[in-house]
Every structure is written in structure tokens, then in C-alpha cells.
């Protein structure tokens, strides 16, 4: 052991110091060298393979004229923001969270409860403007290269001290704290470039300031307030004073001023929009669960707990020694379903039979992990339920 030590700890050292010298890269952004370790071609491949997860996992909320509108917001701003080569794809989520992110490559997601909470379009596009910050910065990448780069280091410092093996839980704690205040920097400079990008496709952002208010009332009525530091946010109080100073600077220097609110044209263009929980999904009435889309129901024992998403509803009690699982398969049989169950879930069958629910073909089966699945072919469908 005490021969490899040596050569491993030279291995790993010339590793980092390798990943160091060849992951410099300039940012679009500040112009500046940076550790990045994720090229463009990888960065665009990780936004096309996050996509279609993003979107089983929530849903599309479909609206026309709304989805039109952010499109051209958000293909205007892309072409005057650091990246214009990018790209960008802009989808709104059929969630009631309040809610808006990005992930590499150009995507961009705002759900429909952060869509009903903004008061005007200004607000809107300032919060636009800060993902689409985060992709031309390479927020996301820049933060995977450091946590290599500090993750080595911390492996080599195992490694070759036997006191930093005794202070590993604090190193942990420590390495935490920093990529925290990593992440609250990148939300100050998304901030500040959505001010900018807001800015130059004519919109006053300090309504994007006005809308970090509501966050803070939204974070209070919740109780969610933490201490500052421990966030990956800086605190909303601070950030609606930072964005107002910034916009202030920013009409003053490009001598802006009369520029774009759009109250009541937002107002219009949301009125109809569902919020909260959205009933064509699903919806607990009297103990009992209806989904008015797929034309199915069933009782809610007393005492469960559901959860409810497009990929799946989940009902358990609340010392969680049972779950129900009803999703939908894949397979265009009811056999098919059955088989591809069994071998994705390592089951082995005790027991099964083919039944009826409600004059629909049916599959019930019990396994060795004592778990209960019910399958059941829709007569006008080619989607199984289990």
C-alpha cells in the first residue's frame, strides 16, 4: 500500500492538474477563462436528452396564444443575448408550482403557476431574461466542472492525510457551503443579465424587481424563509433592491426611458388560465378519485395519501407499508404489458388470472415482493394501465 500511495497520488494530481489545463474555455458572458469541462456539443446533447424527461414528468400545458407569445419573446431575446447561435426552445409545464428554470443546450421552462402570477408582460420577460442568463453563462456546466475539479481534490486529500480523513464530515460541510454561495453568484449574475436582456428588447425591468416582492410573500406565507447562506438563492428582499438599482443603471446608460409594462395585454392573454391543480389530471371528490381525460375512477381508502402526476398516480397509507402504482404502459397488449411488468420490476409470480374491471380486459397478479398489479386494456386505446 505504501508503494501505490505514491504513484496514485502523483496519477491523480497530474489528472487534476490535465482537467485544469485543458477544460479552460472563454465565457460568452464575462470574456473571462474559466474551468469548463463540458464542451458545447456535450452541453446541446445534455439539453436534447433532459427535454423529453422534463416533459413526461409534468406535461405540456397546451395554450396557443400563450405558447406563441413566449416563443417570441423568447426567440428575440436569444438573438441579442451572448449566445444568439443557440437554439432556443421555450415550453410552459402543466404544473401549478411557481416555478421557472432552464437546462443546457437553450431549453427553457416556465410552468402555468408562474405564468399566473405575473402581473404584466415586463415581469414576465425579466424573469426570461435570467434563464436565458443562465445558458449564455453556462451555469450549469461551469457548476459540473467544479464539482469535479473540487471533488478530486477532496479524493486526493483522503487519500494522503490522515487528519483530513478525520475532519472529512466538516471538509463535506464546508465544500457544501461553497458550491452554495457558486450557486447564489450565478442567480446575482442571472439577475443582472436579465435586466439587460429584458432591457434591450424594450421592457422595463423594474417590474422584474417588482416581481421578487411577490416571491417574497409567496416564501412568507409558505413559512420557507431560511437564513441566506444556506440557500441557493440570494434572498428575494435583497434581489428586488439589486434589480431595481441595475435597472435604474441600465435605462440610464443605453438613455431608455417610456419603456414596455404590457399590464392589461398579459392580463388578456392569461385570463382562463387554470390555477392550482388541474382537474384534467385528476381529482379526489368524496374519497374518491376521478380522471375525467382517461374516463376512470376508484376510492381513496381513509387515511391515504395521493399523488398525483401525468406519468403516474400514487396512493399510499401514511406509515407507508403499501402502495398502489397506476401508470401506462408502453405496450399496445394487455399480454405484452404483463410481460414487460414482470421483467421490469424483477417480479416473480405467485399466483394470476385474467379478470374484468368493468367489462374491460384485465390481468391481476401476486408476486413474491407481495405486490398486488392490476392491468387493464381500454377498448378504445391502445394504452395499459398498471
Known sequence: MKRFMPQFITTAAM???FLFLSGCAVNPVTGKKQ?????E???????????PSIVAQFGLYEDEKLQAFINEKGKQMGAISHRPQLNYQFRILDSPVINAFAVPGGYVYFTRGIMAHFNNEAEFAGVLGHEVGHITARHSVVSMSKQQLYGGLFMVGMVVSEEFRQFADVGQQALGMLFLKFS???????DELGVDYSTQIGYDSHEMANFFGVLKRQMERRGQRIPEFQSTHPDPANREQRVHELSTQYQKQRGMSNLKIGRESYLRMIDGLIYGEDPRQGYVDYNTFFHPVLKFYFPVPPNWKLVNSPQMVQIAPQDGKAVILMTLSKQNTLQAA???????????VIEQSNTTVNGLQAHAMLSTVKKILMLSLNRSSNS???
Open 384 to 386: 395499459s394501465p398498471n
Open 41 to 51: 456539443a456535450q452541453e446541446l446533447a445534455m439539453g436534447q436528452q433532459y427535454d
Open 184 to 190: 447564489r453568484n450565478d442567480e446575482s449574475q442571472s
Open 338 to 348: 404483463v410481460q414487460a411488468t414482470l421483467q421490469e420490476d424483477g417480479l416473480q
Open 35 to 39: 474551468l469548463v469541462l463540458v464542451s
Open 15 to 17: 489528472t487534476i492538474v
